[in-house]
Structure formats: structure tokens, C-alpha cells
């Protein structure tokens, strides 16, 4: 029972640093669409971003995965709510990806519809990521 304990807890370690890392890569997304005034250096650096930001998401399902496996594979409102969180940023990433393959470079307002879009999108993953960390840390203490 020992090497289970360890098992969650150095996956829940992972967890919370991969938690960590997807909220610094959205905050600095968000900071390049707000910065960058170029589109062409600034969706090379949202695209580049955006690989390290699913990669990071793909390793938080994991360790989730790990967890609930460890603990018994039970259902619970936390695991229902970090589910709906990481479908909601999933589906929202889609949408953004959809929007980015319609605007054109020359097109100066299919560029400003995919800021806007961009913006809300970052801003939303960032305070669902803190909203749903804080209830998980509140429920946890």
C-alpha cells in the first residue's frame, strides 16, 4: 500500500506543476495577443505556445488519469468539474484554431476578429484554470 501512496502523491505533484505550466503558457499568450502588433511574428508565437500548451494539457490528463485510477476509479463532483473544465478550454482551443485558419494576413479585420477571439479565449482558460484550482485547494484544506 506504501508504493500506492507514493504513486498518488508524486502524481498529484505532477498535477499541480503541470497545472502551474498551462497557467504561465495562457498568461503569456494572453500576453502576446495584447503585445504584438505584427500578426505574422505574433501567430508564430501563439502557434508555438499553443503546442506547449496542449502538450502540457495532454500530461495533466494523465496524472488525472493516474489518480483516478489509484484511487479507486470513483466519480466524484471534483472529477466532473476538471473534466468540464478541460472539454470547455478543448472545445474553445478548437474554435480559436477554426478562426486562425480564416484570417488571411492581408485582411485586417479577419486579424482583429482573431485578436478578440484570442483574447477572451486566454482570458477565459486563465480564470477557469485559477477558478477551478481555488475550489479544488478549498475543498482540499
Do not use: C, P
Request: aromatic residues 14%; positive net charge; hydrophobic residues 55%.
Amino acid at each position: 500500500m506504501d508504493a500506492m501512496n507514493e504513486l498518488i502523491s508524486m502524481s498529484l505533484t505532477l498535477h499541480v506543476v503541470f497545472i502551474t505550466s498551462v497557467l504561465v503558457l495562457a498568461v503569456l499568450s494572453y500576453f502576446f495577443v495584447q503585445q504584438d502588433k505584427d500578426f505574422r511574428g505574433f501567430s508564430k508565437r501563439v502557434e508555438s505556445l499553443s503546442l506547449q500548451y496542449y502538450f502540457m494539457f495532454a500530461a495533466l490528463f494523465f496524472t488525472g488519469l493516474v489518480v483516478f485510477g489509484a484511487t479507486g476509479l470513483e466519480v466524484t463532483w471534483q472529477i466532473v468539474m476538471m473534466l468540464g473544465a478541460l472539454g470547455w478550454i478543448i472545445f474553445t482551443s478548437a474554435k480559436l484554431h477554426q478562426v486562425f485558419k480564416r484570417t488571411r494576413e492581408v485582411d485586417i479585420e479577419s486579424q482583429k476578429l482573431f485578436k478578440t477571439y484570442a483574447q477572451r479565449k486566454y482570458l477565459t482558460d486563465i480564470l477557469i484554470i485559477l477558478a477551478v484550482s481555488v475550489v479544488m485547494y478549498a475543498v482540499s484544506v
